[in-house]
């Protein structure tokens, strides 16, 4: 019933740009905080960036100065605008509910960014 569909992801050079967005349903959006998600291959998913409902924001120490979430409460979007990209943020990446609410999510496909060299 909650949704969550991300877009955005592509192939990019190490030190460019990627905008991603996330698009949700089935809640009411503007009263909950979003959080975007990442996961390498090989490796566990970890929150990499939260957004309350009035817009304050946290990031993980390893997107803090590079990456910025934010979101349109008109719209149900969220986004997450990547600069300076590493190879290392080669990832499929998701939004949803961030850790510390209890519900149970449910994850979409996520979208797929891979940076090359």
């Known amino acids: 019933q909650v949704q969550f569909v991300e877009s955005g992801g592509g192939l990019v050079q190490a030190g460019g740009s990627l905008r991603l967005s996330c698009a949700a349903s089935?809640?009411?959006?503007?009263?909950?905080?979003i959080a975007w998600y990442r996961q390498a291959p090989g490796k566990e998913r970890e929150s990499i960036a939260i957004?309350?409902?009035?817009?304050?924001?946290n990031y993980g120490d390893s997107v803090k100065g590079r990456f910025i979430i934010s979101r349109d409460n008109a719209k149900n979007m969220a986004y997450l605008q990547m600069d300076s990209l590493k190879l290392e943020d080669t990832a499929v990446y998701y939004c949803?509910?961030?850790?510390?609410?209890?519900?149970?999510?449910?994850w979409g496909q996520g979208t797929q960014v891979t940076v090359s060299s």
């Open positions: 949803n509910l961030p850790e510390y609410i209890p519900r149970q999510k449910s």
């Open positions: 089935g809640i009411a959006f503007s009263i909950y905080p």
């Open positions: 957004i309350t409902g009035d817009g304050n924001t």
